[in-house]
């Protein structure tokens, strides 16, 4: 493909260096637009929530940022992957507060991102703990995430062909920790009732009656998250043959993962957690299509997603 001749506003944002650090400075408004205007009288608690849950979300950028400079999940110099992730979570003010969903988003993106290092990789026994201590931790915020734990077995086995006894047990034991140190504290204060507690709730209830209650925000992002998704991993399996066969793996890895979370969130539209681990992988597939695909359609659909949330973000407002 020819990028030099393609002068669209979405191909000019792709490629400039200045598209992350805008759209930092922007989630910073949007973040701390949220919590200050209600700090009357200041309330510490909550201050200090939006900061914790601020420094969460650059240390997310963060991860994927490396994630795709290492790993080279978009074959050209861009940023467009912590972009994407950056915006549709800065105009969903539920997720501004440092909760379970900042955490499994970095969790997750954390694990993911150590989990596809294992493909041809001579020891990945390293890499395959400290991907599933990351859900681990997750877990303990959010314990739904340990059934990822089994997706993950799932992709080591037919994406990055690396599940052995020995990183099989190393997943075990990277996912027992946290609750093993966690058992240690109950033992020496001799009460287990919080464990117990954060086992008997393990699974959101649903309620499809709560259904009409989603916000319009969130209605909202549903609208471009979900099109976009599902456009973008049709646009990726059409072009797949354009990567490396170990690119490839790593991105019908997220594939397969962002079909499974779709659904999931989709059952639960009301769980905040499901929608934010689904943006981690749903935020490559749409960041890859803004950056190799071509043509009026791909920019008006560029323009169309930034002022759907630009109206996101001024309904908070309103």
Request: glycine share 4%; with cysteine; charged share 10%.
């Amino acid at each position: 493909m020819d990028y030099d001749h393609d002068t669209s506003f979405c191909n000019k944002a792709v490629e400039s260096v200045f598209s992350l650090p805008v759209c930092i400075a922007i989630a910073t408004l949007l973040w701390f637009g949220d919590t200050l205007p209600h700090l009357q009288p200041f309330d510490v608690d909550t201050f200090l929530s939006a900061v914790g849950s601020y420094i969460v979300m650059l240390l997310t950028v963060f991860v994927l940022s490396e994630a795709d400079n290492t790993l080279g999940l978009l074959r050209i110099r861009t940023s467009m992957l912590p972009c994407v992730w950056l915006m549709l979570t800065a105009v969903q003010p539920d997720l501004h507060q440092l909760a379970a969903p900042q955490i499994c988003s970095l969790c997750v993106a954390l694990g993911l991102s150590l989990l596809l290092r294992c493909y041809q990789c001579v020891e990945p026994v390293g890499w395959v703990f400290h991907s599933f201590l990351c859900l681990g931790v997750g877990s303990v915020v959010f314990p739904p995430l340990l059934c990822l734990g089994l997706l993950f077995y799932l992709w080591l086995h037919t994406f990055m062909q690396a599940l052995s006894p020995r990183t099989a047990a190393a997943g075990l034991v990277g996912l027992a920790f946290p609750y093993v140190v966690w058992a240690g504290t109950c033992l020496s204060s001799e009460d287990f009732s919080p464990l117990l507690h954060h086992f008997s709730n393990f699974w959101p209830t649903i309620s499809w009656a709560s259904h009409p209650n989603i916000s319009l925000t969130h209605g909202i992002l549903w609208c471009i998250t979900l099109p976009l998704t599902a456009i973008g991993i049709v646009f990726y399996t059409l072009q797949s043959y354009a990567d490396k066969i170990r690119v490839r793996m790593m991105h019908f890895a997220c594939i397969a993962q962002t079909v499974i979370l779709l659904l999931t969130a989709l059952m639960y539209p009301l769980c905040n957690e499901f929608f934010a681990i689904l943006l981690v992988t749903a935020s490559l597939h749409i960041a890859y299509f803004f950056a190799f695909a071509r043509g009026r359609v791909t920019n008006v659909l560029f323009l169309l997603s930034l002022l759907l949330l630009a109206l996101t973000a001024l309904l908070r407002v309103v």
